[in-house]
Antibody, heavy 119, light 110 residues
């Protein structure tokens, strides 16, 4: 059974860089895309982007200029960096798994990490 | 890339059916059969309920069903149960390997 365990700094100041990591336990790492999704307090879900084991990435156009997603296949981990954060980036951040090819849904999710941006 | 449009809330009594709509454009919902639906209970991660418009993952009750017509997808919950009270989000492929979510619908069991 695949499990995603995520961690990272929970409190940031404006202009700092958000950094989160998600580790994949169980199952194949190379057969999937690995995603980041966020949810501001009381609001809906927003897809941030994804990466596969080779480092191929896809990003939300509205966040692309500030987002970097990277992968460490030796540890079955992938990471999110979001630069120049503001209060609008305050959210619960989830990592998730998407199948490769013509599959565009996330079937496994991490538990979420709360990130607060405040001066 | 705009969020898909969902009603803010729907409600029904136990045993009844409720339907949640998800409206997009020909560039997302209408252009591809890649609509998925997620259930989210308070403080929990989303759970996949429907994928590829109408397919159910293993373990999801057959009370949950999905469909699509034109630019609008729908999730129907038949035989509503107390544990179905949650937020529901639709999601669609939106070209160039990106996906877009709906704003979410709160389902209340009366």
């Amino acid at each position: 059974q695949v499990q995603l365990q995520q961690w990272g700094a929970g409190l940031l100041k404006p202009s700092e860089t958000l950094s989160l990591t998600c580790a994949v336990y169980g199952g194949s790492f190379s057969d999937y895309y690995w995603s980041w999704i966020r949810q501001p307090p009381g609001k809906g879900l927003e897809w941030i982007g994804e990466i596969d084991h080779s480092g191929s990435t896809n990003y939300n156009p509205s966040l692309k200029s500030r987002v970097t997603i990277s992968v460490d296949t030796s540890k079955n981990q992938f990471s999110l960096k979001l630069s120049s954060v503001t209060a609008a980036d305050t959210a619960v951040y989830y990592c998730g798994r998407r199948g490769v090819g013509a599959t565009f849904y996330m079937d496994v999710w991490g538990k979420g990490t709360t990130v607060t941006v405040s001066s | 890339q705009s969020a898909l449009t969902q009603p803010r809330s729907v409600s029904g009594s136990p045993g009844q059916s409720v339907t949640i709509s998800c409206t997009g454009t020909s560039s997302d919902v209408g252009g591809f059969n890649y609509v998925s639906w997620y259930q989210q209970h308070p403080g929990k991660a989303p759970k996949l309920m429907i994928y590829d418009v109408s397919k159910r993952p293993s373990g999801v009750p057959d009370r949950f069903s999905g469909s699509k017509s034109g630019n609008t997808a729908s999730l129907t919950i038949s035989g509503l149960q107390a544990e179905d009270e949650a937020d529901y989000y639709c999601c669609s492929y939106a070209r160039i390997y990106t996906v877009v979510f709906g704003g979410g619908t709160k389902v209340t069991v009366l």
